[in-house]
């Protein structure tokens, strides 16, 4: 850590912050510049985390060296992080495509589509049972009948089934249904939540909110980690920005960056990054080939009979057709689909 | 509801689009330009929620004219929603000021702290006990014993108290000891949270997520109102955008914007949307002067020794010499502190 | 264009807004909702871009149906465009690739450079004569002096030659060298510089700026074509967002966009749009994957040594690689490189 | 300059590094912790501008230290500038009201709002000759023509001129008719129109781009500055957000931000940074109250007929009652109007 100081700081505010600095078991040392000084701190910043050296007179910014995550970054495990969900691994040389509706409508249409993706090469199902909706007034998601019904769909295909948890007080019953529990971009920084799936036997699948930056995913990844749970995936599902032509902005650079700085597997949502159906091809193929390790898209047999997210669902058709191009992009970047 | 149609648009799409409407029980009008056709909708959109008209072939686009929140909506209401706590008005006339350490860190510091407020004009006192931190290996908060020493300080100096929850499992214990139950900025879109204190008898101070849309603002609002509970303040707390000079962006456009749109009180937090100490007082100028009904600001005797946010708390000299401020601007625009 | 009426608008605030629009000889259809009132507009909208209808009394929003762009538009030009510069087609199955330093150094650097990347396959050769530099004390470029080198270049490897132009009056004298005239991402929306290179003989490649949204790109493009210079080429090359793990947050969903709007050739610039070397190669991959024409890198056989941008500029080694993996992807998407 | 060196740098990169910033004449400490290596850099950053000391392997991160820019700084010049036109003081305790059409229509209604402004207090009279316009299609100023009119309304009320130069060919011929000479928001970083106008003989108002950093801002001016003119205002108009309510987000922060790091006058633009007329009031009390030293604003005795921007300018009316509450809060933050 960088203590940078004030032009005009006093010798006695700077003994001051020195002091209090030792008094944390920690280093500093001091370094008089012509036209700035600077105290550097040696040792686990960490023990600052409670002590806002920033608020202490003569200081003028405080510049952090080392990465707050631990478990999640690169120093701590230097290999990449494979994830067995029954016979699939991801994370692997296979690029993984969950891939259902929004919302689990019915056992009828949930069944159609689990059977129309599986023949098609889908390697997970998707289906949202509690829905998180601006609207009050929206439908809200079919809670534990939805669960049955996924849990049906498995049964009849053979997909495992990737589900989110959006309330503390659910994560047991999700647990036993889900292969893959799923925490929504609103839930990011739901720490409370964090702690309870971290606290789980399955997989997280852990997106990215349309705020958070990537440190912050990776601290909110800290949370799962650090309460046991080592099998997290990232997910990249679009930022908030200025452009109102697409639903948000899908962030391609987080894969590469991701890549660098953590052992975790990293996935996008092309339907949610983008809002719009027309869209998905594309981003998911840009996805691959930047390295990501899979996508999570919204597929259905009849996206404008889809109970909610439509505009952004592709067909199964579509979702051929992406497929297909997937399997022609994976070799080129060393992956299979 | 406006529905655009694409230029392509076959006579067979448009009729299916018309029927489709129909069978909803709304209106539909077809009108055919020389450039772009639409479709004009008539009754209540909300009925096409769950109904996603722009996934059908042939939709361009869908323009909204009513606004999706109806009780926290002036058309609702006409007047102000003044919301008494005690002797006190929020909303009405005396703009509010409520103050206090970012965490409550013992009994001794929480009463040191709240005197100092009360003697300067405070008019309600806050302080966190369950804290959302991003880091799991940060102080989470003293919990219950937190709650317990703000109740302390109440009966001491008489301020009621505004303390964060963060999990539907504390809702009914928070209850129980704030008058005023805060939302912070992460839970701003945690729907379940929302119905949890929109079940709860005591006003919710719901900020603004750093991501969240004013009309977003409004919906989570409509959350807390339909679920029985109308004393709601909605709090700006500053946005995240590219600029890094401070930790947010105080957006003081969203008062007159919220003025014209709800009949609530609107509040703002200089404290996390500039995160920086020396420009709280400009921004709580800012606050009052632009039609705020509040401002909820950190404040300590020793900001250096604050456990947390100590960079964005003022000093009770510095406390003072805003209230002062805030006293002499108060009369120019029709208000007293 | 859709107008829609404030819920307690007067029938003569309505009429006056009804013979403003006949006025300006188009058609307006006053329809009374329930709930809210609209008038359609039939016609030319841009009839309306000098008459602030938004500003009358009673008018609460006005929507526009028609995109205010039409020689950029596919409605103009159902085909894509290609641009012929020497013996390369930009818009067509190659895959375009213009690479190399940021600034012109010197003549031995630059036939250096250029060399290594001729070998390599890099379709165009950049530099920057003219640079736009944050500090007034940094180095501002070779100017006409770094013309020469690039066009010595060009005679020794036969690459053609891609490089900015910042000032209005500099235009003929680039156009003398240039093959294809850059626009910067500060100059987007310098219109009379816009103006001056629409009345040029060379293509225009035409940098989206940090915040321009891509309907402004297109406006901004629109300039150009209508000017004359039919020949441009559309560059995404980051945009400005919360983010800071990078420079820039590359927004590929653009690519998908624009693709969809418009019927001219699309880039992007991997190096400004992450900042850093090591997240070129993804992005560039990305880009290929997602449908873009064509990527514009900043390549050195030093970069340590490079004058500018050093840290997001790729090796010589780099390059290869980078090449031969977007051979590998070029096929299945159907391309070449 | 802080050097943050990646976990596995070998002795030979530092070495080489250490002997690199020698070579510029700066003295480089290395200090090796436990879990991070940093070299500190003494001496003028700012020959390092042209070097990327990023781009060399090992180097993980650099930090500046200190501020890029140096005529703009406090360090530069302890107390405030304030910048005489005429008989008025720019940057003192008089709170200035630049006032006027978004463009200069014709003689007559100019004259016609100059005088109305006049007699209600504005201390400028602002009105926009050459007009930066998002569309090819619309109108696009009356140039010349337009700063005669401006003389003219300038002649018969005595306010002083505010009017923005485009291009760098006009620059002379602005500065002929205009007290204050505007540099738009697009132009923030059009540098070779700053290099032109820092060489005039009038005070420039530079506009705050829509996503430009406050030290870009700061940069900016130091571009003005550094040619030789010493007379610059800044100007917050709004930035780009997630936001869609107003037509921009006013950064109310940059104001104290900007008073703490330099002595310029700093403005508001109320009107660009909201976009609706109803918003302007509210944030024209807001700056004052923050500390800005003056707002510029768009009024027309009949907004509804203005030929651009009327839905943001607001009537004479409204400016009266804006002037007297502005007048009601000056003395509360040691203001006149």
Not at 30 to 44: H, R
Not at 48 to 64: C, K, N, S
Not at 319 to 336: D, H, N, Y
Request: glycine share 8%.
């Amino acid at each position: 850590m960088i203590i940078v100081l004030k032009p005009q700081t006093s010798q006695e505010e700077v003994d001051h912050i020195m002091k209090k600095i030792e008094r944390l078991g920690l280093k500093p040392y001091y370094s008089k510049g012509e036209q700035a000084s600077i105290i550097g701190v040696i040792g686990d910043d960490s023990k600052l985390l409670d002590h806002p050296i920033e608020a202490i007179a003569g200081v003028e910014r405080v510049m952090p060296v080392l990465k707050p995550y631990k478990m999640a970054s690169r120093e701590f495990k230097a290999g990449r992080t494979i994830i067995s969900v029954g016979t699939e691994s991801i994370g692997d040389t296979k690029f993984t495509v969950i891939a259902g509706p929004c919302t689990v409508e019915n056992e009828e249409s949930m069944i159609r589509i689990a059977k129309g993706l599986k023949e098609r090469g889908a390697t997970f199902l998707r289906g949202g049972a509690f829905k998180p909706r601006t609207s009050p007034y929206a439908f809200q998601g079919l809670g534990k009948r939805g669960l049955e019904i996924l849990a049906e769909a498995r049964r009849v295909t053979g997909l495992g089934i990737c589900t989110e948890v959006m309330d503390v007080r659910d994560v047991e019953l999700v647990e036993q249904y889900a292969d893959i529990i799923q925490i929504g971009a609103r839930n990011t920084q739901n720490f409370n939540l964090l702690k309870e799936v971290g606290a789980a036997k399955k997989p997280v699948l852990l997106k990215r909110g349309f705020a958070t930056t990537i440190e912050e995913l990776l601290m909110s990844a800290e949370y799962i980690l650090s309460n046991g749970n080592q099998d997290v995936i990232l997910c990249e599902r679009g930022i908030r920005t200025f452009e109102t032509a697409t639903r948000n902005t899908l962030d391609i650079n987080a894969i590469p960056v991701l890549k660098e700085l953590t052992h975790l597997p990293v996935f996008t949502d092309p339907s949610h990054a983008t809002g719009k159906r027309s869209y998905v091809a594309a981003t998911s193929y840009a996805s691959l080939a930047a390295g990501a390790d899979g996508v999570i898209l919204e597929a259905h047999y009849d996206p404008e009979s889809a109970v909610t997210d439509g505009v952004q669902t592709v067909s199964l058709e579509t979702f051929s057709e992406i497929m297909a191009t997937l399997g022609r992009i994976a070799p080129a970047v060393g992956r299979t689909v």
